[in-house]
């Protein structure tokens, strides 16, 4: 059974430029959430998509949006990328939504805005 | 705001030895507590989750335990080995969203 897979493993953008990442979930998940880990901060909470909805919202600024798929595939965007947006983006799926149990976590993706 | 401590931030054991890492939250209405590990640029596996309901789960070397009215809960790792090596974070699931608050992690090195 695959895992959870996540692209682009690494890519490196420039400040102003806008990046998208893509998860695909364990085949049968439908709930995608998505966090982004910092050295400061840590592991946070972006957002959680279920059956094509967002969910729950994390607090970050709206340069961080997402979007779930008919297929349970989602996607994240950042817009108008700053020096502190560098980070490893993971994604993590789960069967269900609410009172999830077991997340399953991706490879993730790692960003560097120079 | 469910806040989530890990103590220590850093361990460092020979092998064989038995140790244990500790979690604290500060919100006891809690859903369930995941212990997760993570190798170096890598992303998350899930160790052991504790439903609130529960007091402790066991997988092989690995046992955690809850004590959601103090808000904590402890991972025993026996016989450690150098393949251990790595950061353990804990994470809450609180009842109010599915949503985890993860704890800053620690990382353990075992020495052979």
């Known amino acids: 059974k695959a895992g959870v897979t996540q692209t682009p493993r690494y890519l490196i953008k420039t400040r102003g430029q806008q990046v998208t990442l893509s998860c695909s979930p364990i085949?049968?998940?439908?709930?995608v959430s998505w966090y982004q880990q910092t050295p400061g901060q840590g592991l946070q909470f972006l957002f959680e998509?279920?059956?094509?909805?967002?969910?729950n919202k994390g607090n970050f600024p709206g340069r961080f949006s997402g979007r779930q798929f008919s297929n349970s595939r989602s996607e994240m965007n950042v817009s108008t990328l700053e020096l502190g947006d560098s980070a490893l983006y993971l994604c993590?799926?789960?069967?269900?939504?609410?009172?999830?149990?077991?997340?399953?976590f991706g490879e993730g993706s790692r960003l560097t805005v120079l | 705001k469910q806040e989530v401590t890990q103590i220590p931030a850093a361990l460092s054991v020979p092998e064989g030895e038995n140790l244990v890492l500790n979690c604290s939250f500060t919100?006891?209405?809690?859903?369930?507590l995941q212990w997760f590990r993570q190798d170096p640029g890598k992303g998350l596996t899930s160790l052991l989750l504790?439903?609130?309901?529960?007091r402790e789960q066991t997988s092989g070397r690995l046992n955690a335990s809850l004590d959601k009215s103090s808000g904590r809960s402890t991972l025993y790792i026996a016989a450690s080995q150098p393949g251990d090596s790595a950061t353990y974070l804990c994470?809450?699931?609180?009842?109010?969203?599915?949503?985890?608050?993860f704890g800053e992690g620690t990382q353990l090195t075992v020495n052979p």
């Open positions: 504790i439903q609130s309901s529960q």
């Open positions: 085949s049968g998940h439908r709930s």
């Open positions: 994470a809450v699931e609180e009842t109010s969203g599915s949503r985890l608050t």
């Open positions: 993590a799926s789960s069967i269900t939504l609410a009172f999830t149990g077991e997340l399953f």
């Open positions: 998509y279920f059956s094509e909805t967002q969910r």
């Open positions: 919100d006891s209405a809690i859903y369930n």
